[in-house]
């Protein structure tokens, strides 16, 4: 199981998460209304930091085509997309701007898990997200347990040391922000046990 590590603001976060072998480090590049909300130039900074093994993701609200081609300058592995995609929309962005595509769904009820069909074909990773975008919530991650997508699953939502071990059967990527915060803000010791015990996990 892969660990994305999300909402990262500064040089000391992406480092600890890059040396301690996160696989994906998340950026917030244009939702103002989170915390982990970050500046075009703070997002060029922390992007051009080695990134060993992991890869970069820059997440996008809705962004308008002038989003995408302002953020596509940064040194980013993946856009992961919150909004309205289906398989043509995000082909013709992978193709212009030779990135790969984290596509999002905001889980409320059963039925919108079902939502990956709009776009499996061009996805490479279909996330399962709660529905509170700057807030975590947890949701019935058992219901994407039957499901089989040729792109990789990822998990978010309310995700804790806790609950690692039950994600293996489920998805092959968790993805996690909150748990690692005091106060808000990024706790390097946490960002390093989280880490330690999903390659853990892994053995």
């Not at 085509?65 to 082909?91: H, I, M, R, S, V």
């Not at 992978?94 to 069909?117: G, H, L, P, R, T």
Request: contains cysteine; proline residues 1%.
């Amino acid at each position: 199981m892969k660990l994305k590590i999300c909402g990262l603001s500064n040089p000391n976060e992406v480092k600890a998460c890059t040396e301690f072998g996160a696989d994906y480090c998340g950026f917030i590049l244009n939702f103002p209304k989170s915390h982990r909300n970050i500046s075009f130039e703070t997002a060029d900074f922390l992007t051009q930091i080695k990134k060993i093994k992991s890869k970069f993701v820059g997440v996008l609200v809705n962004p308008s085509d002038e989003d995408l081609e302002k953020f596509a300058k940064l040194n980013l592995d993946y856009f992961q997309l919150y909004g309205n995609y289906n398989d043509e929309k995000l082909l013709k962005i992978k193709k212009k701007f030779q990135i790969k595509v984290i596509s999002s769904i905001q889980v409320k009820k059963k039925e919108d898990i079902f939502k990956y069909k709009l776009f499996e074909k061009n996805s490479d990773i279909i996330l399962w997200d709660s529905s509170g975008y700057e807030k975590s919530y947890s949701w019935n991650y058992e219901w994407i347990k039957s499901i089989k997508v040729s792109a990789q699953k990822m998990i978010a939502g309310n995700i804790t040391l806790e609950k690692i071990s039950k994600f293996s059967s489920l998805a092959d990527i968790i993805d996690v922000s909150g748990a690692l915060e005091t106060n808000k803000v990024k706790d390097i010791n946490k960002i390093k046990e989280f880490i330690l015990k999903v390659k853990k996990n892994e053995d």
